[in-house]
């Protein structure tokens, strides 16, 4: 008998041991394939919440939260997927999902169960499909058309699901456009109490600069994060619920090891394509801020249209706009290039990259033997790989999705930045934290000790200012300490060049402005009515325009009467207007009915029907004529109402007991008016600046007399 050599005996010995572990293998491969199915869904969930956790924010995007700008390069702030967009979400989560009883998380739940529900009927119609498949290849006319009557049949719950879930969804997302628009219409315009910081849309406008054009937030931004946020979660839990179905599907066909294999590949692509994704986040706010400041300049033109029409200021207009749509489309533009090479990159991995692997796994089980499956027929093997194939599609297409859930991700964190910036600035408004530029003069040590300070607001029946400074928002100190005393009853003149004060007196008397310093007495802000020379006349009837901001329902409570509204317009010399223009309940759009006289009479109106204790007069009676004027000063002081005018007309002055004389240098005389000796001086005055405009003649003519000499 011939003796084995070395190599021959090795290489027994290896063959003996492969198939000792083979066997050992085969034995043991169902507990190796649930451990491995187990690590996969661990491995997806992980890696899903790894790829879209929280990165810490850099301190400078920090500091700029809530700022439009957060360094000085005037480039937007970045939006990324970090802790400052989860903080973000997190706190706009608790506004659209107050409690696990509410009906944004009953429809929530709603929504995860029809998720569910689409993912098994999408596992049974796979394993449908091979079966009617394998049927057709076995000859087998009764199974097939039995399948096809069940795939009729499916057809039935699956149309149904995936309907009722787009109406869901979009139910969800208008449930959270609701709530947001609530909860930002209540902070924006919401009636606060006298000690509050009310007033935001004022104060948002006026005294800070990070939102520009909060009309375009309120409308269409949160309408876009919550159509956004009510998607993300269906492009996001879905196709990982998928991932892991489908696969765990896949392996038992055809084996955790050909998965593993697959997953490794899969993943590696997938950083490099998460490697090379643009910043979404980052071009949607961009393109909303854009969009808004677009908007905001067709709003001006439309406000504005009559000067400019005067002026003929049409083509710089048109640049104005042209310029704002330029950097609209500019921005399109390189967002549209990012996205059509991304757009190459993208499908050529998920879609044929990712589909070449797939078929070599759907081909395992017909190249090889696969421990614990039986051989098959023609007819089981085309099942198989119809059923493996459509598994396949279907759990790449939720693998894309997965891909695709990070780009959604991005543009939920730009619409989320933007939110936020409103609810932020709106937060720090109320609380008096404004963001103003600031004029150069603000930053001297005076000046900013004094911007720094707070004073104090008592509410009182007089009107008292002791040592309160009058800043504009922008930090210009107009005067650093006014002081004086105003009584009810005494109506009080206020006169000075323009830019000095006299309205700024007015706003921090209405709450609208802070106080940096010193003790401002005055009764509650509702104490108070302003009409200023452009009158403000609101949608409605005709009746709505005296009663304003009162409804009808509200007229009726306080026993008030169309009779009595007649009364009020007969006070103003306006009573026709009634029959002229169809009745208490006629609608127009009076400012462009009115002439600017009847504009100013019918503000007047308003004060007698609500008859505050104080009256704000800016130019009030500047359209219309001295006799009328007088008329309505008379009955504002029937009426018990203390008049606070601003006015350059002299024929005001006699009905005014106290007169605030700025001198438009911080300066003031704060005095007792009479207005007989003031109207003496007038008149001395203009007989002198009379005279002294001969002066010039008379020198003239005296030189030319003393040449002829």
Same mark, same amino acid.
């Given at each position: 008998?011939?003796?084995?050599?070395?190599?021959?005996?090795?290489?027994?010995?290896?063959?003996?041991?492969?198939?000792?572990?083979?066997?050992?293998?085969?034995?043991?491969?169902?507990?190796?394939?649930?451990?491995?199915?187990?690590?996969?869904?661990?491995?997806?969930?992980?890696?899903?919440?790894?790829?879209?956790?929280?990165?810490?924010?850099?301190?400078?995007?920090?500091?700029?939260?809530?700022?439009?700008?957060?360094?000085?390069?005037?480039?937007?702030?970045?939006?990324?997927?970090?802790?400052?967009?989860?903080?973000?979400?997190?706190?706009?989560?608790?506004?659209?999902?107050?409690?696990?009883?509410?009906?944004?998380?009953?429809?929530?739940?709603?929504?995860?169960?029809?998720?569910?529900?689409?993912?098994?009927?999408?596992?049974?119609?796979?394993?449908?499909?091979?079966?009617?498949?394998?049927?057709?290849?076995?000859?087998?006319?009764?199974?097939?058309?039995?399948?096809?009557?069940?795939?009729?049949?499916?057809?039935?719950?699956?149309?149904?699901?995936?309907?009722?879930?787009?109406?869901?969804?979009?139910?969800?997302?208008?449930?959270?456009?609701?709530?947001?628009?609530?909860?930002?219409?209540?902070?924006?315009?919401?009636?606060?109490?006298?000690?509050?910081?009310?007033?935001?849309?004022?104060?948002?406008?006026?005294?800070?600069?990070?939102?520009?054009?909060?009309?375009?937030?309120?409308?269409?931004?949160?309408?876009?994060?919550?159509?956004?946020?009510?998607?993300?979660?269906?492009?996001?839990?879905?196709?990982?619920?998928?991932?892991?179905?489908?696969?765990?599907?896949?392996?038992?066909?055809?084996?955790?090891?050909?998965?593993?294999?697959?997953?490794?590949?899969?993943?590696?692509?997938?950083?490099?394509?998460?490697?090379?994704?643009?910043?979404?986040?980052?071009?949607?706010?961009?393109?909303?801020?854009?969009?808004?400041?677009?908007?905001?300049?067709?709003?001006?033109?439309?406000?504005?249209?009559?000067?400019?029409?005067?002026?003929?200021?049409?083509?710089?207009?048109?640049?104005?706009?042209?310029?704002?749509?330029?950097?609209?489309?500019?921005?399109?533009?390189?967002?549209?290039?990012?996205?059509?090479?991304?757009?190459?990159?993208?499908?050529?991995?998920?879609?044929?990259?990712?589909?070449?692997?797939?078929?070599?796994?759907?081909?395992?089980?017909?190249?090889?033997?696969?421990?614990?499956?039986?051989?098959?027929?023609?007819?089981?093997?085309?099942?198989?790989?119809?059923?493996?194939?459509?598994?396949?599609?279907?759990?790449?297409?939720?693998?894309?999705?997965?891909?695709?859930?990070?780009?959604?991700?991005?543009?939920?964190?730009?619409?989320?930045?933007?939110?936020?910036?409103?609810?932020?600035?709106?937060?720090?408004?109320?609380?008096?934290?404004?963001?103003?530029?600031?004029?150069?003069?603000?930053?001297?040590?005076?000046?900013?000790?004094?911007?720094?300070?707070?004073?104090?607001?008592?509410?009182?029946?007089?009107?008292?200012?002791?040592?309160?400074?009058?800043?504009?928002?922008?930090?210009?100190?107009?005067?650093?300490?006014?002081?004086?005393?105003?009584?009810?009853?005494?109506?009080?003149?206020?006169?000075?060049?323009?830019?000095?004060?006299?309205?700024?007196?007015?706003?921090?008397?209405?709450?609208?402005?802070?106080?940096? #310093? @010193?003790? $401002?007495?005055?009764?509650?802000?509702? !104490?108070?009515? *302003?009409?200023? &020379?452009?009158?403000?006349?609101? +949608?409605?009837?005709?009746?709505?325009?005296?009663?304003?901001?009162?409804?009808?329902?509200?007229?009726?409570?306080?026993?008030?009467?169309?009779?009595?509204?007649?009364?009020?317009?007969?006070?103003?010399?306006?009573?026709?207007?009634?029959?002229?223009?169809?009745?208490?309940?006629?609608?127009?759009?009076?400012?462009?009915?009115?002439?600017?006289?009847?504009?100013?009479?019918?503000?007047?109106?308003?004060?007698?029907?609500?008859?505050?204790?104080?009256?704000?007069?800016?130019?009030?009676?500047?359209?219309?004529?001295?006799?009328?004027?007088?008329?309505?000063?008379?009955?504002?002081?029937?009426?018990?109402?203390?008049?606070?005018?601003?006015?350059?007309?002299?024929?005001?002055?006699?009905?005014?007991?106290?007169?605030?004389?700025?001198?438009?240098? #911080? @300066?003031? $005389?704060?005095?007792?008016?009479?207005? !007989?000796?003031? *109207?003496?001086? &007038?008149?001395?005055?203009?007989? +002198?600046?009379?005279?002294?405009?001969?002066?010039?003649?008379?020198?003239?003519?005296?030189?030319?007399?003393?040449?002829?000499?």
């Amino acid at each position: 008998m011939p003796s084995t050599s070395p190599q021959t005996l090795r290489t027994q010995q290896l063959n003996q041991l492969i198939s000792r572990l083979s066997a050992q293998y085969t034995a043991h491969r169902p507990a190796i394939q649930r451990i491995l199915n187990a690590a996969f869904a661990v491995y997806v969930l992980g890696s899903t919440y790894r790829g879209l956790s929280a990165r810490p924010s850099s301190p400078r995007k920090d500091k700029g939260k809530g700022k439009k700008k957060d360094d000085d390069s005037g480039k937007p702030p970045r939006v990324a997927i970090d802790a400052l967009f989860y903080r973000r979400l997190s706190d706009i989560l608790k506004i659209v999902i107050p409690g696990l009883r509410s009906k944004e998380a009953l429809l929530l739940l709603m929504h995860s169960s029809l998720l569910v529900a689409r993912t098994f009927l999408s596992l049974y119609v796979a394993n449908l499909d091979g079966v009617i498949v394998a049927s057709l290849v076995r000859a087998q006319p009764r199974q097939f058309f039995l399948n096809i009557l069940r795939w009729l049949l499916v057809a039935i719950p699956a149309t149904w699901t995936n309907s009722w879930l787009n109406y869901i969804q979009s139910k969800l997302a208008i449930a959270y456009r609701t709530r947001l628009t609530n909860e930002v219409l209540h902070q924006y315009l919401g009636a606060e109490d006298e000690g509050a910081q009310g007033k935001v849309y004022y104060k948002l406008a006026n005294l800070d600069d990070r939102i520009v054009n909060a009309d375009q937030m309120i409308t269409n931004d949160i309408q876009k994060f919550s159509v956004h946020l009510a998607a993300i979660y269906s492009n996001l839990a879905k196709p990982i619920l998928d991932v892991i179905l489908y696969n765990y599907q896949l392996s038992q066909n055809v084996g955790a090891e050909g998965l593993l294999g697959l997953t490794i590949l899969v993943q590696s692509t997938a950083a490099l394509l998460r490697y090379m994704t643009p910043p979404f986040g980052m071009y949607t706010a961009t393109f909303a801020e854009l969009s808004g400041s677009l908007r905001h300049t067709h709003s001006r033109l439309v406000e504005f249209a009559e000067e400019v029409a005067f002026l003929r200021g049409e083509e710089t207009e048109k640049l104005m706009l042209e310029r704002e749509y330029s950097s609209v489309i500019k921005h399109e533009n390189r967002v549209l290039n990012r996205r059509w090479w991304f757009g190459i990159v993208e499908e050529g991995i998920i879609k044929w990259l990712w589909g070449s692997f797939g078929l070599v796994l759907c081909a395992i089980p017909v190249f090889f033997k696969v421990p614990g499956i039986s051989a098959v027929d023609l007819g089981g093997r085309t099942e198989g790989f119809v059923t493996n194939r459509r598994l396949l599609l279907s759990s790449s297409d939720a693998f894309g999705r997965v891909m695709y859930s990070y780009k959604d991700l991005s543009e939920l964190a730009g619409y989320t930045a933007r939110v936020s910036l409103l609810l932020d600035t709106m937060k720090d408004v109320r609380k008096g934290q404004f963001e103003k530029a600031l004029v150069n003069s603000a930053t001297t040590d005076e000046n900013a000790a004094i911007l720094k300070g707070r004073g104090e607001v008592i509410e009182s029946e007089d009107i008292q200012f002791e040592n309160v400074p009058i800043v504009t928002p922008n930090g210009d100190i107009l005067v650093r300490s006014l002081s004086f005393h105003v009584k009810p009853g005494q109506h009080l003149l206020i006169v000075g060049p323009n830019g000095c004060g006299k309205s700024s007196l007015f706003r921090i008397l209405g709450g609208l402005w802070p106080v940096y #310093g @010193g003790v $401002v007495r005055k009764p509650a802000a509702s !104490e108070f009515i *302003l009409i200023p &020379q452009r009158p403000y006349l609101s +949608l409605g009837t005709l009746r709505d325009q005296i009663i304003y901001p009162h409804s009808k329902v509200e007229m009726d409570a306080r026993g008030i009467t169309d009779s009595d509204l007649f009364e009020v317009l007969s006070a103003v010399q306006m009573g026709p207007i009634v029959e002229r223009e169809g009745g208490w309940d006629s609608a127009k759009e009076w400012r462009d009915v009115l002439s600017g006289g009847d504009k100013q009479k019918l503000a007047w109106a308003r004060l007698f029907y609500h008859r505050p204790k104080y009256a704000i007069l800016d130019e009030a009676t500047s359209l219309v004529p001295q006799e009328m004027e007088g008329l309505m000063m008379q009955h504002a002081t029937r009426l018990g109402i203390t008049l606070l005018t601003v006015s350059h007309r002299p024929s005001l002055w006699k009905w005014h007991a106290l007169i605030l004389q700025y001198n438009g240098t #911080g @300066g003031y $005389v704060f005095t007792k008016l009479d207005a !007989e000796k003031r *109207l003496a001086l &007038q008149e001395e005055k203009q007989v +002198l600046e009379a005279k002294l405009l001969e002066v010039p003649k008379l020198v003239e003519r005296l030189a030319e007399l003393k040449m002829r000499r």
